[in-house]
């Protein structure tokens, strides 16, 4: 793979970034565009290592347009970067060409008294050649502050890329070299390989403002260098494997038998130079031995083991789950990716949302399973847990990458849920009950629904609200129906700010009492709320890909019993039709996103 530079623009801080164009294409790869300014010029020092040099081009029409100003060593220099410190200039980089370099654990010190060259070795070079996770290959551009000179490297330990080291100057002449390393300052997400920066991260540019301020870029990713390639042969490993497997299994029933082709078919008994090697008396005589042996073994094995026993029976099944199981392996190696779970980006832009559960002492067990499956999604700022009833647990006993908070309530009360809460700092809130398990994934992409419409309940459980009079009834019918009109804010994004305010407003307050005297339908009168209030769409649904309900695995459920659950929602519906008015008539189809979210 060949690699080009090119150029983005970013006028609101790194928040969203335009593509100009590119910048330089060569004929060989292009990669760690070293910019810098001198005597009024802009220049830039890739690394070129490919084509064997070090080459430095001036901008001619900044950004897009350069030239060749030299070469400036002819060395295969990678990841070179340069600093002007005390009078001299000074090239870091690492040549892995040279005898017994280890790589990505090599580095060498180049000085000049001018950008240009012409530029001597450092006379302890090699300066670093060892282990590839000390840091020894750059990282980004070296800075000086408080008056120290730091330099970043890479730690390619596990994978290239896999960390960045930061490390003091101690010692810089033209005869000596020290450094030190210091703490990076970065504190390492841990939701793992969701994490924009998961799996390794490479490259820290950080450079001082005129201001005084300083900023800084880092490139991060969740893919482990060499990802698609380890897949591939694991992949085509287990392909193999699944192959000797099902030839195995078709031995065991007697339905594959090693046959060789006829031997007028391969022209045997025609004596001619011209005949490929295959063909002749001597190999194919060779050949049916072979095979006649292994009909032979087969033959044993097949007598060893009797199929029609319980052991043969088991045997088979074992098989047959080994086959099953390689099969699964391939196309997860083949298509499946990484494994990480990313956010959808809206518009070239990423955000980040509270998580809002309701709970009680009966359910801790489900509460831990809950915050540590959900705390490693990308798009996840807080988790808050409404703590209605008993003794709240510690909130550092969970297993968690994000914050949790437990909220504790005076009432025991389904209104809670949807209680304002002023310490929530994002506008998106997922309300998500504790026993409903789902990827990561299909909650990214409810966040992603929600953000293109941040005015409407986005969630995961559709129902469909009709007849005369009023009935409340599952997905199924929704489904028949093809369409509906609520969602379930047990598993729903919503603005934090206008549906609270909403569901706690002054004529909401004889809903909330119903809601109290049922303990049930707080998500119906969010609903009917919201529909009211507005004359566009205020639900949209989003398909998950799967979803377990843990409550079925407990007592612990207040809609355990569904026939009294839905009688219960049914006097709801006729109760809050009185009040607010019908819900609108009109019903959301399936299938109405281009992304088919919704099927």
């Known amino acids: 793979m060949q690699g080009d530079i090119g150029v983005a623009k970013s006028i609101d801080q790194g928040v969203t970034w335009q593509h100009l164009g590119i910048a330089l294409d060569e004929e060989f790869h292009l990669s760690y565009p070293f910019v810098f300014g001198y ?4 220049y830039m020092m ?5 084509k064997g040099d070090l080459r430095l081009y001036r901008a001619l029409n900044f950004p897009l347009e350069w030239r060749l100003e030299k070469v400036l060593l002819k060395k295969p220099l990678v990841d070179t970067t340069l600093i002007h410190y005390n009078e001299n200039y000074w090239l870091f980089g690492s ?11 090599e580095l060498e010190i180049w000085y000049a008294n001018s950008p240009l060259g012409p530029w001597k070795q450092h006379k302890g070079n090699p300066v670093h050649n060892f282990d590839k996770s000390l840091g020894a290959r750059n990282a980004g551009r070296p800075f000086v502050y408080d008056g120290h000179l730091y330099r970043m490297g890479q730690d390619c330990g596990d994978t290239y890329g896999h960390r960045i080291r930061a490390f003091k100057l101690e010692v810089l ?21 969701n994490a924009w920066n998961g799996n390794r991260y490479h490259h820290l540019d950080a450079q001082q403002l005129p201001s005084g301020d300083w900023i800084a870029v880092m490139d991060g990713d969740r893919v482990p260098s060499g990802d698609s390639t380890r897949r591939f042969l694991l992949g085509s490993l287990t392909l193999l494997f699944l192959g000797i497997l099902i030839i195995l299994v078709g031995v065991l029933l007697g339905v594959v038998r090693c046959v060789f082709p006829l031997s007028r078919c391969l022209g045997a008994g025609k004596r001619s130079d011209t005949l490929p090697f295959w063909t002749h008396p001597q190999f194919t005589s060779k050949l049916h031995k072979v095979f006649a042996r292994l009909n032979r073994s087969s033959s044993a094995l097949r007598g060893r083991i009797r199929l029609n026993t319980c052991g043969g029976t088991l045997l088979l099944c074992f098989l047959f789950f080994l086959g099953a199981a390689s099969i699964c392996f391939t196309v997860r190696c083949f298509f499946g990716g990484n494994g990480a779970e990313e956010a959808y980006p809206v518009e070239g832009q990423y955000s980040q949302f509270t998580m809002l559960t309701m709970t009680y002492e009966a359910r801790l ?4 399973m809950y915050i540590k499956h959900y705390s490693r999604c990308a798009s996840v700022r807080e988790i808050v847990v409404i703590w209605n009833k008993g003794q709240p647990p510690n909130p550092n006993d969970f297993d968690s990458t994000v914050p949790v908070r437990i909220r504790v309530e005076k009432k025991n009360s389904l209104n809670n849920r949807f209680k304002a809460d002023p310490l929530i700092k994002t506008r998106a809130v997922l309300e998500l009950d504790d026993d409903i398990m789902m990827t ?7 966040f992603k629904a929600w953000r293109e419409h941040p005015d409407r309940l986005v969630g995961f459980y559709p129902r469909l609200i009709d007849g005369s009079p009023l009935k409340y009834r599952d997905e199924k019918y929704a489904r028949t129906r093809k369409g509906y009109n609520m969602i379930l804010t047990g598993a729903a994004f919503m603005d934090s700010q206008s549906a609270f305010q909403k569901y706690f407003s002054d004529e909401a307050k004889e809903g909330r009492d119903i809601v109290d005297k049922y303990f049930n339908c707080e998500d119906i009168l969010m ?18 890909a799967w979803a377990i309900d843990t409550s079925k695995l407990s007592s612990a459920a207040i809609s355990r019993n569904t026939q009294v659950h839905y009688r219960t929602r049914t006097h709801c519906l006729l109760k809050f039709s009185e009040i ?7 019903k959301w189809e399936f299938d109405n996103r281009k992304d088919s979210w919704d099927l």
């Open 580 to 586: 607010y008015g019908h819900l609108p008539l009109q």
């Open 527 to 544: 609903n009917f709320l919201l529909a009211n209030e507005s004359s566009s769409r205020t639900v949209e649904y989003v398909h998950p």
């Open 173 to 193: 002449t033209k005869e000596k070299y020290r450094e030190v390393e210091v703490p990076l300052g970065i504190v390492e997400s841990r939701k793992g390989r």
């Open 46 to 50: 890739p690394e070129s290592s490919q």
């Open 39 to 42: 005597d009024g010029q802009i």
């Open 365 to 368: 067990w489900n509460l831990k």
């Open 95 to 105: 040549d892995v060409s040279r005898f017994g370099a280890i790589k990505n654990g």
């Open 440 to 446: 990561c994934n299909d909650v990214e992409r409810g």
